[in-house]
Structure formats: C-alpha cells, structure tokens
C-alpha cells in the first residue's frame, strides 16, 4: 500500500483552498468519519495554517450508529439530540466554510434490517438543507478513500491493492495528477459554466433524452435556470459544494414528465443496490416502477410521499468529465451522479428557479434520490416553446 | 499483545451499569478520545441494551487540538464553540448519565509551547462543573489503556509490554480480576462510606499529617463533611464518579493551613512533571514553593490567581486500595490521586459543606491542582476543638 501523506495534504489543500475557499478568520466545520483522522488532521492544519478561527470537526461513528440500530428500542429511532442541529445553524450564523467528507465504510450497516435503518438517517439533519438553501457557509462536499470504501468498489481485489487503484481513480477525478490542479479545475468549470448560461438562454420548454430503453421528455419551468456546481454564498463567497463535479442542471417542473426512461448505472440506496431501473412517467408522476433487481426498494421509495415519484432535479454530464469514462460504480452518490445525465425523485432545489412566481410549483419531498440515465449512446434535444428540436449532446458532446 | 475484547464488554458493562448506573430510557453522553474506539462502542451497545433512549458520543482528538496549538492565532486559543457546552447542559436538563473515558495519548502535545497550550482547555468547558455541582446526570470517569498512556508509564518497556502491564493494571484497580466486581466495588465502599461517616461525626477541628519531610496541619470548616465517591443525583439516582476510586474527602477551612509538606509522587501537569514538590503554609497560603525539578510550573499554577495559592480539598487514602501498592506513576490524577493521600491546591467543591452559612468561606480558583502527600509513613491525626489529638491512620490503616 503506498504512502499517501503527500496526497492527503494536497487533498486537505484543494478541500480548504478551493473546495470551501477559506478566507483569514473564518471558521471551518468539518463532518468526517472515523477512519478519515488523517485527512481530517490535515484539514485541520490547512484551515489554522490559512488562517481559520476555529476548526471544528463533527466526528461520526458509523459502528456506534449500528450499535443503536441493532439494539434501540425502535420507537426512539427518529430521535436526534439537539446539539447536532444547533452546531449546524451556529456554522450558518457565523458564516463558516465547511467540508463535508465522504466515503465511510459502508459495511458498518451490512445485515441490518432496512425497516430500522430507515428510520435514523443520521448524521443528517433537518438544519443542514436549510443552512444550505441561506447560503450562508462557503462549503463543499468531498471524498477520502477508506479501505470499506474501496472494498466495495473493487471486491475482486485484495484490500490493500483496491484501497490503491481507489485512490488513483479519487486523485484523477480530483485533478490531483494535474501539475496544477486548481487551474485545471478552473479550465473545467469554465466549459460547464459557459454550458450552463448557454442552456439558459435557450428557455427550452424541455428536454428529450432518447437511447436504448430510454425515450423521456421533462418539462421545464418558464424561468428554471441551468447551473454548474459554483457557488456563491450571500456574502459573495465562491466555493465548489461537490468534489468533484461535472454537471449541470436544473429544477423542471414536476407535472410535466413523460415517458419511459432506463437507468444507466445501478442505484445504491441505504446499502440496498437496485440494477436495470426501468421507469415509466405520465403527466410528472413514476407510474410504472421496474428493475432487475431491488424494484421493490425502488417503489419504497418513490411511495415516501407525494412528491417521492416526481422529479426534482435535471442533470446533465458530458463526455469530457473524469468519472463515466473510468467505467466504475463508485456505489457514492457524489461520483455516480457525475459520471452521467441524471433524474432525482423527490425534493427539489430552490436556487436554480429564477423568478419567485415559479417557486411554488416545484417539487417537495422528504427524499432526494439521483439515478442516472445517461451515456453516449444517449442523445440529449431542447423542445422551444415554437415545437422546434436543438441538439444539446451527442455521443458526450456539447451541441449549443 | 492478548486480545481485550473480553475485558473490553466487561469493562464497559462496569461503567455503563455500576458507574453511571445507567436506567431505562435514559440518555447515556459519552466524552472519548480518538484511540478509544473499541470501548466507546461496548458502551454504546451496553447502554443500548439496558435500555437507553439514545447514546451521544462526543469525540476528541487530541492531534486536531496539536494543530490549533501550532498553528492558530494566539488570540483566538481561548474560543470554544457554544455547542460544546450547550451539550453538556443538555445533559443535565435530560437528567442523562455520563461516562468521561480518561487515558487519551498525552504525546500529542508533546514539544508545544506551554504558553500557548495554556490557553485552550478543551475539551473541558466551564459548564461541566456547573452540571457536576447541579448534581443532575449520573456520572462516572473511568479509564482506557491506550498504547500512548501506556508507553508514558512503562517507557522502559516494549509498547506491547507497557500495554499489557497497564491494561493489567487497570483491571485489577477496576476490580476487574475478582469474580464479582461488583460485589468487591460494594464491599470497598462501604468501608469508605464507613469511614468518611466516622470522620464526619468526629467533627474534627483540624487535621495533622506528620512523616518525611512533612508536618501540615489543615483547619477544617465547622461543617465539614467526608465523603466517600459514591454519589446521588438530585432525582435520587446513585452513581460512582471515578472508577478507581479509593479516597475520602472533604473540602477543608483555605485560612486555616500551616506546616510544611512533601510530596511523595510526582506531579503530571499539561505535559510538565514535576519531582520532589516541597511546600510552606503561613495562614492558608502557599508562601514557600520549591521542588526538585519544575518549581517554575507549580509556582506559576499557584499565582493564577487568589485561591490557586489555598487548598480546596483534603482527601484521605488508606493502605487498603489497590492503586497505592502497585507503586506506579500512572500520570494521569484519576489514578495518581487515588494512590496516596492527597490535597489540592485551588477550587473547592461545594457539596461536602452541610452548612450553607460556610460556603462562602470555601476556596474558589480556576485551577483544581491536586498531588500526592501520603504513604505508610506518614501518620494523620484529628484534632478536637478541645485540643485533643486522635488518631486516624496509623501505617495506612484506619484508627477510628
């Protein structure tokens, strides 16, 4: 296994520097997991060493987690202590940078009965969608390898050489094999940037997506607004909320969907893996609900609530990003999503909805779930309001 | 190394159901540092099933605290996030039970400049003694032998050695070898409740400890009571605060100290040893401190402020612990404390004084310094109003 410190403080770097974007005086929360301490430490000394406040770090136990899980009275399961909620506003209240880390080991949950998991959905909390919605932190959300993690993704290796080729595929995807990563990273939200506003422009009425299983129209609000994963909070903070990133997109609106749809990739869902979605939509509504394996997690889900079986979010990947051409399911949502065009069931964002009259028509749910949908064999049209067709990809390339 | 789990589950079932007495339905807060993974989970699942509402696990980790201390601001050392301390108050409105692990890896802060790493405190924050006077959550602090604390104490030994003599160490402090632990735990308190009562009827004027190098008397307050560490909460909830625990205590009269005093262990403070403490008492106060390495440390601890210069807490420790015989420095107060003899130099606690009218004349500090004053040869002596003069340990063994 080879030595990564080099690597972890080039990581905590990008996270602090560019990810979160770190200004002198500024407080940095950071959520990790046990068994992220190195990345954790070194975030901790990028953010002091530019200058931070305080660094606070929420630690996150996923085998104390399974502990309540297997043993907790199943009436206390939704319980939350207040402290978890309160920190996060107080991050909000303060105008923080924060780095959210990802890639704990799954397997901590491994046989666990799904009727209890459900119910704890821990370490999120009801305040962290809304200190995101005010955009007050300057945040961003990005991977550590852990060996869990990478024995997910690549079974048929021994341990420590899946742990490595992990790694490599984390390091590309982040840039980090680029002499300098952060221009790299600048030249790549150039063109999705520009994708964006260019979509924009077009107001397209919808968008088609039509491949093998796949013929899907998605309706679009009359001021839905394309955006790539910049951000800016209200005080005028960039920061890049995904490490990495590679879309575009959207909110649509959520009763106009129709046709049928074939997902791409498989799902991974509360360690339950969904293959061969097949979906069919009419009037914004999933009326039919199949896959290969795992369709009836699926149904759970799109059952949740009303909005549950409506879309919440349009996404668009093209060719030119790192994560689909590497053919991996990384079985986390914040490389598969960016490996392809994607739908989410569920709750939609607000931000991308340019006019306030439009607001109250997009979709709400207590679920967000992406699946993807695309690949090159796909090819992606904009519908204007006149009935005219524009190519937007093909074969992975950008048209407009 | 011998595999712990065994001792681990027996470990964390002593603390959960005889320590914090932990109930039904109750919540359990757990303080762990980052190394002790093994036994903060054991406690989660003994905590679970005995049937607590939820286990709140706060983690430390000393190297993200190294980084602040290298690399931070000198003025903003002393911030501590609100959430810290609103957690612990939380836990004393939820009436919860609370076990603080103790053995974290002291080399973390190894080579840092005191000057600095005197400024932040974490993770100790001002509302803890306030839910600890309060007497609303059931708590204990009990230890975890982690290779860094075991290398401290055994550095002539290989560290799989110094784990294993440390470990076997703290089980048998913990009463951990005896068939029935707990039954060893009731029969040992009930020898220091039987003490600390008889001491508390006597109602001593004063007490004289004569030996090597020392000939201290120390004025007791008119209701002065002594107490063994078996607590009540205000609900009625027993609990044990430390496990070892082997001392009786009161808080004693800060006007009336005189004589001198030689330590007889050495005294660990924030990474600073220091040997051979020698001590003069005019009227309460410290006036002549002197030692054999580290002088400069205790005299500056002791001009923190006015009461860092005044006892506030006597505690006596006869020769029937099991800390004591084993003659070992284990550099960490929990255990030290409970060795020998002691007195503190700094904050009094306010529950062994039965008489509201004396507690205003109680010591009060920012510090609580506590070191080693007793051994076999040093023999202790009430003092009557009267003049009298009755013995109370003679060699280690109780007299009344």
Chains 1, 2 share one sequence.
């Not at 520097?17 to 997991?33: D, E, I, K, S």
């Not at 889900?301 to 919440?312: H, Q, V």
């Not at 990003?321 to 079985?331: A, E, K, M, S």
Request: aromatic share 8%.
């Amino acid at each position: 296994m080879r030595d990564r410190s080099g690597d972890i403080e080039r990581m905590a770097e990008l996270y602090v520097g560019f990810g979160a974007n770190l200004q002198p005086g500024q407080l940095l929360g950071v959520t990790a997991y046990l068994g992220m301490e190195e990345i954790a430490r070194a975030i901790a000394r990028a953010g002091y060493r530019r200058g931070a406040r305080y660094v606070d770090v929420f630690w996150w136990d996923p085998w104390i987690k399974r502990a309540r899980l297997e043993h907790a009275d199943e009436a206390t399961l939704d319980y939350v202590p207040p402290w978890v909620g309160q920190r996060m506003l107080w991050l909000g209240e303060e105008r923080a940078a924060r780095v959210s880390l990802v890639g704990a080991d799954p397997s901590a949950y491994d046989g666990l009965d799904p009727a209890r998991t459900g119910k704890d959905v821990m370490p999120y909390v009801k305040e962290t969608p809304v200190v995101v919605n005010e955009q007050t932190t300057s945040w961003t959300a990005a991977p550590f390898p852990t060996l869990g993690w990478a024995q997910q993704v690549f079974p048929e290796l021994p341990p420590d050489e899946a742990l490595d080729k992990l790694w490599e595929q984390v390091l590309h995807t982040l840039r980090l094999d680029e002499p300098d990563p952060i221009a790299a990273w600048h030249e790549r939200m150039d063109t999705l940037i520009a994708a964006a506003g260019r979509l924009t422009e077009r107001r397209f009425d919808a968008v088609q997506l039509r491949g093998p299983g796949t013929d899907l129209t998605v309706g679009l609000l009359p001021s839905s607004k394309w955006l790539a994963a910049d951000f800016t909070t209200i005080d005028g903070q960039k920061h890049y909320p995904n490490l990495p990133t590679e879309e575009v997109f959207t909110t649509p609106d959520p009763e106009r969907v129709d046709g049928f749809v074939t997902a791409t990739k498989p799902l991974e869902f509360y360690g339950a893996r969904i293959d061969g979605i097949r979906i069919r939509f009419a009037g914004g509504r999933a009326v039919e609900i199949d896959a290969d394996t795992g369709a009836e997690a699926l149904r759970g889900i799109a059952a949740k609530d009303d909005g549950a079986s409506r879309l919440g979010e349009l996404a668009l990947v093209d060719g030119q990003g790192r994560i689909g051409p590497l053919g991996t399911v990384f079985r986390e949502t914040l490389f598969d999503e960016n490996a392809a065009s994607h739908i989410a069931l569920g709750n939609a964002y607000t931000f991308p909805v340019e006019d306030e009259a439009d607001l109250p028509r997009i979709n709400t749910s207590a679920v967000h779930v992406d699946f993807m949908i695309g690949s090159p064999e796909v090819e992606v049209d904009g519908l204007t309001r006149d009935g005219q067709r524009v190519p937007i990809l093909r074969r992975g390339d950008w048209q407009l």
